[in-house]
C-alpha cells in the first residue's frame, strides 16, 4: 500500500500562486507515476498534470499548461505542483494520486486539499 498525503491548500486573489505538496509513504518503490487531479462543486474529477516517477516526463491538461509546473523528489517521495496565475476556476479540491507499477492504475489517492481562488 501506499500513503498519499496532500499540503500546501489554501485561499489565494486571482493571478496568485500556490505550491501543492504530495508526500508519498509506505510502498514507494511501487509508484510507476503520480499526478494531480481536481474536483470543482458539481463537477467531475479532472486530470491535471503526471510526471513519471522514473524519467521525470511530464503532461499536463490544456487548461493549466504554462501556468502549472508537476514537479518531484524522488529522495523524499514527495510531488509538487507548482500553480501560477491563478484563475477562480481553478478552485477545486485537488487530488494527488499514484499509478501502481504492476497495475498500471491510479490506485492510491489523497484526501484531497482545497485550493480557493477568488476573483
Known amino acids: 500500500q501506499v500513503q498519499l498525503v496532500e499540503s500546501g491548500g489554501g485561499l489565494v486573489q486571482a493571478g496568485g500562486s500556490l505550491r501543492l505538496s504530495c508526500a508519498a509513504s509506505?510502498?514507494?518503490?511501487?509508484?510507476?507515476?503520480m499526478g494531480w487531479f481536481r474536483q470543482a462543486p458539481g463537477k467531475e474529477r479532472e486530470f491535471v498534470a503526471a510526471?513519471?516517477?522514473?524519467?521525470?516526463?511530464?503532461w499536463y491538461a490544456d487548461s493549466v499548461k504554462g501556468r502549472f509546473t508537476i514537479s518531484r523528489d524522488n529522495a523524499k517521495s514527495t510531488v509538487y505542483v507548482q500553480m501560477n496565475s491563478l484563475k477562480p476556476e481553478d478552485t477545486a479540491v485537488y487530488y494527488c494520486a499514484a499509478i501502481d507499477r504492476d497495475s498500471r492504475r491510479y490506485d492510491y489517492w489523497g484526501q484531497g486539499t482545497q485550493v480557493t481562488v477568488s476573483s
Open positions: 510526471i513519471s516517477w522514473s524519467s521525470g516526463n511530464t
Open positions: 509506505g510502498r514507494t518503490f511501487s509508484i510507476y507515476e
